[in-house]
């Protein structure tokens, strides 16, 4: 137990440090951008401290890319050509099936997380703050069926943290 929780702060710590750091530097009031690469590094050492809550990994592999994919759709990222919309078609096709069959609710809320996001991708329109505010509560859906996992109250706030975390990086 101690050891799990330990890996939270640790990946919490990961996620807040850049803002602790560079908060000297940028104005008030705006978050420290992470690159992607620094995103799914952080959601990966997140996701695998929640092994002793989230027993499904079906469950915690959907929540990762749900995370990553709604940074990646709150920021602007769009299919650019023909190929990549029908790949999209094809992955979120993929994922309905999936999310037909998924039990467990964590699961569920991450899939559909994954969709609204891969969805907001494929459109070609620029993402809007309507967009935005779907992509967010569906986070903080995610985020509270995790809490619901969770053992203790400092676990809840940490999850808390590391989903307010998240979707500061969606204005960047």
Do not use: W
């Amino acid at each position: 137990m101690k050891f799990r929780a330990l890996s939270i702060v640790a990946a919490l710590a990961a996620l807040a440090l850049p803002v602790a750091v560079t908060a000297t530097v940028a104005p008030a009031g705006a978050a420290t951008c992470l690159s992607g690469t620094d995103v799914k590094q952080q959601v990966s050492t997140f996701v695998r401290s929640l092994r002793d809550d989230v027993k499904s990994a079906d469950a915690r592999r959907a929540a990762a890319a749900a995370f990553v994919q709604s940074v990646k759709a709150a920021r602007g990222a769009k299919a650019g050509t023909p190929a990549e919309r029908a790949a999209l078609g094809q992955q979120i096709k993929a994922l309905a099936k999936q999310l037909r069959s998924a039990t467990n609710v964590v699961e569920r809320k991450a899939l559909v997380a994954e969709i609204a996001a891969l969805v907001d991708q494929k459109k070609a329109a620029h993402t809007t703050s309507d967009d935005v505010k779907t992509l967010r509560t569906d986070i903080h859906a995610l985020g509270r069926a995790i809490q619901h996992r969770t053992n203790t109250t400092a676990e809840d706030r940490q999850v808390a943290t590391f989903v307010h975390n998240l979707l500061a990086q969606f204005a960047c």
